[in-house]
């Protein structure tokens, strides 16, 4: 078996390394020399329990997940978490505040991109409480409509003990990321929730995750992750949620909850080793694979370090394009992605010349989301240095050859 040799830098699903897929062929064939392939093993075998204890052990190690959280692995993507939040953590609201009014129950979402003003609409959309925006980022962009940076931390408007508060840690649709670094003004306000530390703050991960340390992990109640961009095939949902937001949401019913759809409910998944029922077995042993093949290239500091080099090498050769008048970046400097890189190429038809002439040199997939447009870069884990620089060396010929 063999594939084209092209880089893929879709925005996911992501590209994974040849080496894992070649693996996975084998199992999905042949699984361990039983004769029976990955997808054709019962879930319910000890094989496969295995493969879920592995997979858990490997994102733990990574991550240091602290023993106050539990790793469980679900489906319905990303999305299924907008609704699931919802419903699970007013759930809990509701065992620990029985009597309040539903106007008195809030949901604050930190909007700063396209993932977390979606997950707010399907809030306000299941209704159980109020929405309240604690920011929107398009209120201090320039053009007061795209999300071009965190907001400045003084326009936050956090409400008095929400059921939860919500971001999205990378927005992959606009290239806006939280910074790590504990100084920056585009780190998460973590200094605003100081009276609130059991307020159950929710990350939504998918397009960051695994991609370097989570800062203040122990804090979140949930950070989740559709895996489809660092970690495998779309199907798998992994979440890692503090034990004390796995609730009763039976009980919570009768004291007028929302009841939760059983495939959406964390306490069943967690108290069924994530097997209430079938899962996506075919996506969680890639994802096992793919976190053998990070585990053995050093890990999450090797990861981290080959990120930041990545995307240290992309942003430089844009900034050059930029300074020529070729390019320009939709995100401010401080709240830029590590993962995903958004500009447009300025220019009668140069944007399309870009895209075209990217493709035709096996540079795949680099036109930005269809809500925005542009051209957009995803780095994701599977992408290499070697990849990355063949990228930069396309980009500053264009560069050469098209600026004035
Ligand atoms: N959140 C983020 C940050 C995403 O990037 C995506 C998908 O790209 C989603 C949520 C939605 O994921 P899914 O398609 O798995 O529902």
């Not at 295995?50 to 106050?68: D, F, H, M, Y």
């Not at 489906?75 to 299924?80: K, L, R, Y």
């Not at 925006?133 to 400045?152: C, G, L, Y």
Request: charged share 20%.
């Amino acid at each position: 078996l063999e594939r084209t040799q092209v880089i893929n830098f879709n925005s996911g699903p992501c590209a994974l390394p040849t080496s894992v897929l070649e693996e996975a062929a084998k199992g999905l064939l042949n699984y361990k020399g039983t004769g029976i392939g990955l997808a054709e093993l019962s879930h319910r075998s000890g094989y496969f329990g295995q493969i879920v204890n592995e997979l858990a052990g490997l994102i733990r190690k990574q991550l240091e997940v602290p023993s106050t959280h539990e790793i469980i692995f679900t489906q319905g993507g990303a999305t299924g978490q907008f609704s699931a939040v919802v419903l699970n953590l007013l759930a809990r609201h509701r065992l620990l505040h029985p009597n309040l009014a539903e106007e008195e129950r809030y949901m604050d979402y930190v909007v700063t991109g396209n993932w977390s003003k979606k997950a707010s609409e399907e809030a306000r959309r299941l209704g159980g409480g109020v929405v309240n925006i604690v920011t929107d980022a398009r209120t201090v962009s320039e053009d007061h409509k795209t999300f071009a940076s965190i907001p400045p931390h003084s326009g936050f408007k956090f409400s008095q003990n929400p059921a939860f508060i919500y971001y999205c840690e990378n927005e992959t649709v606009d290239g806006v990321q939280f910074s790590t670094d504990p100084e920056s003004p585009a780190r998460f306000p973590w200094e605003l929730l100081k009276e609130q530390d059991f307020v159950p703050v929710v990350g939504d991960y998918s397009s960051s995750f695994l991609s370097r340390p989570i800062p203040n992990l122990d804090r979140h109640a949930l950070v989740y992750a559709g895996a489809q961009k660092n970690l495998g095939p779309a199907g798998l949902t992994v979440l890692i949620v503090r034990k004390d937001c796995l609730v009763d949401t039976d009980a919570a019913a009768k004291l007028g909850a929302q009841p939760v759809p059983i495939t959406m409910d964390w306490k069943v998944i967690q108290s069924h080793n994530s097997l209430y029922n079938t899962p996506p077995m075919f996506s969680m042993y890639i994802a096992q694979l793919m976190l053998e093949h990070t585990e053995a290239m050093g890990g999450m500091p090797a990861i981290t370090h080959m990120n930041e080099k990545k995307k240290d090498m992309l942003y430089e050769v844009l900034d050059e394009g930029a300074a020529k008048g070729l390019f320009r970046l939709r995100v401010e400097k401080g709240s830029r992605s590590w993962m995903n890189q958004t500009f447009h190429v300025l220019g009668d038809g140069k944007e399309k010349l870009f895209l075209e002439q990217a493709e035709s040199a096996g540079l795949k997939a680099l036109a930005g989301h269809r809500q925005v447009g542009g051209v957009r870069i995803s780095l994701y884990n599977a992408i290499n240095e070697e990849q990355t620089g063949i990228l930069v060396k396309f980009i500053r010929k264009f560069i050469e050859e098209n600026s004035a």
